[in-house]
């Protein structure tokens, strides 16, 4: 049995059975729905997935709702994952059509010269439990598009996510070409390692990725992984400062800081420290810490008490070797007989002898540390086992993308942190996995070549 424990309170929100029995038919299903989908025409399955789209958006107050009581996102943040999953799909699904085309390559009358972008088959999708929707379109809604049926599996965090989804898909597509699995981790690898598995999506931890990836060695199939991270900023003398703080207190405690690219580390020039961390300090005491239910609330508890305890001792380590806390948690007022509960916390005097500063965190805490220049900037953004995204802040323009182009990272921003373009590719480096999603490029890794060299006269 699969339990959702609620973050709110730490009770039983949800109860499911495992799929277990289920696999080998839901694959098998999936194999023969997926025929029919991929002889459909593009635009057909395009139509078709814009009313997938379309009704599940359609159910924003239930699924709001839904989200907080499984992860403890304040549900006055629930528009934006809804706003971001159409963002996401509406623009994969705008260049479908024509990245899904042939590629006429004919130089000769006598010839039909093409490449032909055919469909994988099944993809298997593992999907996390921090942004549960935001994560899944990335790979759901371009696979389907492509002509591949696809199962997901969600996070026993986030059951009711994978059924709100199979919901929509069951009234709006072709039976079987989208499916869902609650599973244990064991039979998620043995799904992995099916042979009819042509595709697999995971977002999780670094050691999850490595234990995917070896499911699939008996089989020649490709893979988007997306891992872990410790997301750097970079704060240059000649930012503005305001925009600065408020973007990156935002980049640091949104969603209780568990975002894949939330910034985790902030560098700073030492020529404006002393006027940031005054700023940002200040800053974070703007935030209402507490149930996640209440409207007035923008800052919920971390998704396990689990978590929490590994954050805590993470931030003691730190302290214990010289780090200084800036925020007063006397000044919050929030549920203390719940563990969970954290409030946001700045770490400065920090360094990278620290876990603190070189490990992922995923809580609600951020370290700020003084640089001498961007050289020591560059140098301490890229000493990390993780690349997923960074950002630099500065009015310059011509420096951020010489800068960019020195740190090693998946995606590089200037003035913006912790968002995904769809029309980028979201990618990694190092530990941070491999693989893409969104953009034109994931068309083109959900999809195999098939080249046509025709003569017409013999």
């Given at each position: 049995m699969q339990k959702t424990i609620t973050p709110i309170d730490?009770?039983?929100?949800?109860?499911?059975?495992?799929?277990?029995?289920?696999?080998?038919?839901?694959?098998?299903?999936?194999?023969?729905?997926?025929?029919?989908?991929?002889?459909?025409?593009?635009?057909?399955?395009?139509?078709?997935?814009?009313?997938?789209?379309?009704d599940f958006l359609s159910k924003g107050d239930v699924i709001g709702e839904e989200l907080s009581r499984q992860i403890g996102r304040p549900i006055s943040q629930a528009a934006g994952e809804l706003n971001g999953f159409k963002e996401r799909a509406d623009y994969m699904l705008s260049i479908a059509e024509k990245k899904l085309a042939n590629i006429d390559v004919t130089k000769d009358s006598n010839f039909k010269s093409f490449i032909k972008r055919r469909a994988l088959g099944i993809v298997f999708v593992i999907a996390p439990w921090n942004y549960p929707y935001l994560v899944a379109v990335n790979s759901i809604i371009p696979a389907m598009a492509s002509g591949n049926t696809v199962i997901l599996k969600h996070s026993a965090q986030t059951p009711l996510c994978a059924e709100q989804l199979y919901q929509s898909a069951k009234k709006t597509l072709p039976k079987d070409v989208f499916n869902y699995l609650h599973l244990n981790h064991e039979d998620g690898l043995k799904v992995v390692s099916d042979k009819?598995?042509?595709?697999?999506?995971?977002?999780?931890?670094?050691?999850?990725?490595?234990?995917?990836?070896?499911?699939?060695?008996?089989?020649?199939i490709d893979m988007a992984l997306e891992l872990g991270g410790k997301d750097p900023a970079y704060a240059r003398?000649?930012?503005d400062l305001?925009?600065?703080?408020?973007?990156?207190?935002?980049?640091?405690?949104?969603?209780?800081?568990?975002?894949?690219?939330g910034i985790e580390r902030i560098y700073v020039d030492e020529k404006i420290y002393n006027n940031f961390i005054e700023l940002f300090v200040s800053k974070t005491y703007n935030y209402k810490l507490g149930n996640p239910l209440q409207k007035e609330t923008n800052l919920g508890p971390v998704v396990k008490l689990s978590a929490a305890d590994f954050i805590i001792k993470q931030m003691n380590n730190a302290?214990?070797?010289?780090?200084?806390?800036?925020?007063?948690?006397?000044?919050?007022?929030?549920?203390?007989?719940?563990?969970?509960?954290?409030?946001?916390?700045?770490?400065?005097?920090?360094?990278?002898?620290?876990?603190?500063?070189t490990e992922e965190t995923f809580g609600?805490?951020?370290g700020i540390m003084k640089v001498k220049d961007e050289?020591?900037?560059?140098?301490?953004?890229?000493?990390?086992?993780?690349?997923?995204?960074?950002?630099?802040?500065?009015?310059?323009?011509?420096?951020?993308?010489?800068?960019?182009?020195?740190?090693?990272?998946?995606?590089?921003?200037m003035n913006r942190c912790d968002y995904l373009d769809p029309a980028l590719s979201w990618t990694g480096v190092k530990e941070t996995g491999k693989g893409c999603s969104l953009s034109e490029i994931a068309y083109e890794k959900l999809t195999s070549p098939k080249s046509f060299h025709l003569r017409k006269e013999q």
């Amino acid at each position: 049995m699969q339990k959702t424990i609620t973050p709110i309170d730490n009770t039983v929100y949800v109860e499911r059975e495992y799929h277990s029995a289920k696999i080998e038919q839901t694959i098998d299903n999936s194999m023969k729905a997926q025929k029919e989908w991929a002889n459909l025409n593009v635009n057909e399955r395009v139509k078709l997935l814009k009313n997938f789209v379309e009704d599940f958006l359609s159910k924003g107050d239930v699924i709001g709702e839904e989200l907080s009581r499984q992860i403890g996102r304040p549900i006055s943040q629930a528009a934006g994952e809804l706003n971001g999953f159409k963002e996401r799909a509406d623009y994969m699904l705008s260049i479908a059509e024509k990245k899904l085309a042939n590629i006429d390559v004919t130089k000769d009358s006598n010839f039909k010269s093409f490449i032909k972008r055919r469909a994988l088959g099944i993809v298997f999708v593992i999907a996390p439990w921090n942004y549960p929707y935001l994560v899944a379109v990335n790979s759901i809604i371009p696979a389907m598009a492509s002509g591949n049926t696809v199962i997901l599996k969600h996070s026993a965090q986030t059951p009711l996510c994978a059924e709100q989804l199979y919901q929509s898909a069951k009234k709006t597509l072709p039976k079987d070409v989208f499916n869902y699995l609650h599973l244990n981790h064991e039979d998620g690898l043995k799904v992995v390692s099916d042979k009819r598995i042509n595709f697999v999506s995971f977002t999780g931890s670094v050691k999850a990725g490595y234990e995917v990836q070896k499911a699939t060695h008996t089989k020649f199939i490709d893979m988007a992984l997306e891992l872990g991270g410790k997301d750097p900023a970079y704060a240059r003398h000649d930012c503005d400062l305001e925009k600065t703080v408020e973007n990156l207190v935002d980049g640091s405690f949104f969603n209780s800081g568990q975002s894949c690219c939330g910034i985790e580390r902030i560098y700073v020039d030492e020529k404006i420290y002393n006027n940031f961390i005054e700023l940002f300090v200040s800053k974070t005491y703007n935030y209402k810490l507490g149930n996640p239910l209440q409207k007035e609330t923008n800052l919920g508890p971390v998704v396990k008490l689990s978590a929490a305890d590994f954050i805590i001792k993470q931030m003691n380590n730190a302290v214990d070797k010289g780090a200084k806390k800036m925020i007063d948690e006397n000044k919050f007022i929030f549920p203390k007989e719940h563990k969970n509960y954290l409030v946001p916390q700045v770490l400065t005097s920090v360094n990278h002898d620290m876990d603190f500063m070189t490990e992922e965190t995923f809580g609600p805490c951020v370290g700020i540390m003084k640089v001498k220049d961007e050289h020591e900037a560059i140098k301490l953004m890229n000493d990390s086992p993780y690349g997923l995204t960074a950002s630099i802040w500065t009015k310059d323009l011509e420096i951020a993308e010489k800068i960019g182009n020195q740190v090693q990272t998946g995606t590089f921003y200037m003035n913006r942190c912790d968002y995904l373009d769809p029309a980028l590719s979201w990618t990694g480096v190092k530990e941070t996995g491999k693989g893409c999603s969104l953009s034109e490029i994931a068309y083109e890794k959900l999809t195999s070549p098939k080249s046509f060299h025709l003569r017409k006269e013999q």
